[in-house]
């Protein structure tokens, strides 16, 4: 049975969001809009991609020496998607952070709305919900129906999650999860079977756009989030930032060779995790454009993980007891 063959898991669905893709999803995170909107189809949720959308600003932006540039546009995306649905997803992380920050600022600044105004001309709207893709999934998906859905399909398969900074911090502005222990991940990964036990190294930062200016850094600050999740027997690392996917899968030869180190380990996206667990095939979901090679984890899924190991043991539910 194909997957669009099978019973809709998203029954509470809202009926439609305004989705906002931004630079990296509709450029070198090619794979990530691919697989969100195949899931999101797939779970019966009608995405609007916001018309004439702009760039958030991402990192450049709010640094512009004297002016409310950080703001205005990421405002703007949010003026446009206000006028269509009372919520917009905003799969990037980085692009979340942006638009709860320009949220927090156009409720806090009669100045910045005022001159939102001149510039838009007319009253600046901003009130609509904002959630990252955690957020979205968590909302839409019942951990008991895609449990039900998934039948164990990911069994034995230890997912090390990983939020970085830009989902959770600041958390005055973004109150999403704890940004010291963040666990809204784990579910829906439980649901799918797989075991997401506790990575310590969750919300440390990757180097973030550092890799620029500063490569050694970006280098170093990941090399550490890697050899911690390859030695504690992870078989992937899962995210949902484009910049973090990119520090720690594209660069990931890069830190071999500077540091002499053989790390070997997938990084996929929530989405994507997500998509095995309900049939879809890897190169459906663009796991297999990635830098480092999946085919090994594919190759151990196909062949049921450890689920033989883990029958009438510890497998998705049960795991919960080990996991903190």
Not at 183 to 210: D, I, N, R, V
Not at 257 to 264: A, E, P, R
């Amino acid at each position: 049975m194909s997957p669009n063959e099978e019973k809709s898991i998203a029954g509470n669905a809202a009926t439609g969001y305004s989705y906002f893709p931004g630079c990296s999803l509709t450029g070198s995170a090619g794979e990530y809009d691919a697989s969100f909107r195949l899931v999101a189809r797939e779970l019966g949720i009608h995405l609007d991609e916001v018309e004439d959308w702009n760039c958030c600003g991402a990192s450049p932006a709010p640094h512009h020496w004297g002016g409310n540039l950080g703001v205005l546009l990421p405002a703007r995306n949010l003026h446009l998607a206000s006028a269509s649905h009372d919520a917009m997803v905003a799969p990037c992380a980085g692009c979340y952070n942006r638009f709860k920050n320009a949220q927090y600022q156009l409720e806090q600044s009669e100045d910045i709305r005022m001159q939102a105004e001149r510039i838009f001309g007319e009253p600046v709207r901003y009130q609509t919900e904002i959630l990252n893709l955690v957020q979205f999934f968590g909302r839409a998906v019942q951990p008991e129906a895609l449990a039900e859905r998934a039948q164990g399909r990911l069994a034995g398969i230890k997912l090390a999650t990983y939020y970085g900074c830009l989902l959770t911090r600041p958390a005055s502005i973004l109150k999403f999860d704890n940004p010291r222990n963040p666990a809204s991940m784990k579910p829906l990964l439980w649901a799918t079977g797989a075991q997401a036990t506790h990575f310590p190294f969750k919300s440390e930062c990757c180097g973030s756009y550092m890799g620029l200016a500063k490569k050694e850094i970006v280098l170093r600050a990941s090399r550490r989030i890697i050899e911690v999740a390859q030695d504690m027997g992870f078989d992937a690392i899962v995210t949902v930032c484009p910049l973090c996917h990119q520090n720690l899968d594209l660069r990931q030869e890069q830190i071999n060779k500077t540091f002499g180190t053989s790390l070997d380990i997938p990084v996929l996206y929530f989405s994507q995790v997500l998509g095995l667990a309900l049939g879809f095939k890897a190169d459906d979901l663009g796991i297999l454009a990635h830098v480092v090679s999946a085919r090994k984890l594919i190759a151990k899924i196909e062949r049921g993980g450890g689920r033989d190991a883990l029958d009438g043991k510890e497998s998705g539910r049960g795991s919960r007891k080990a996991v903190s």
